[in-house]
């Protein structure tokens, strides 16, 4: 039992590895075989955030991540720990990115709860400084920042 247990969670692991390294090479088709055909993606946030939002499907995944990739310019997308824990992998790490539409950055530390299923994503939670997203989007971004 143990080691079918520790088998299922570093399977888990090389899966969410392997979906950030096809992230990272903003490989959407690479990205797409590791998601489970029922995935869920939350991305927590207001409507500034071109990508805020919750995605159910393979199509609706797909456009999430394309939304993401072009909305930014990634500078860092750093891992710093895989946890895993049976059908979970908690991922914490640090980001840089540049919002697009205004030149603004957004620097912020993240964590993600993936939840897996036959080794592929089923959901994806994204935990990160949204505020700093917002202000970064926003067109107004002197009074968002000023709120915050």
Excluded at 109 to 116: E, R
Aim: proline share 3%; charged share 25%.
């Amino acid at each position: 039992m143990m080691t079918a247990q520790l088998s299922e969670q570093t399977r888990n692991i090389a899966a969410t590895q392997a979906l950030f390294q096809a992230f990272g090479a903003q490989d959407i088709p690479a990205i797409m075989e590791h998601l489970h055909p029922d995935a869920v993606i939350e991305f927590y946030g207001t409507p500034v955030i071109p990508y805020a939002g919750t995605y159910r499907g393979r199509e609706e995944c797909r456009r999430f991540f394309e939304v993401v990739l072009s909305s930014v310019d990634i500078h860092r997308f750093d891992t710093e720990e895989f946890i895993a824990e049976r059908d979970k992998v908690v991922v914490t790490g640090a980001l840089h990115l540049t919002a697009r539409s205004t030149g603004r950055a957004i620097i912020s530390d993240f964590v993600h709860v993936i939840t897996l299923k036959d080794g592929k994503w089923i959901r994806f939670r994204d935990f990160m400084n949204t505020a700093i997203a917002v202000a970064a989007f926003s067109r107004d971004a002197e009074r968002v920042v000023s709120t915050l």
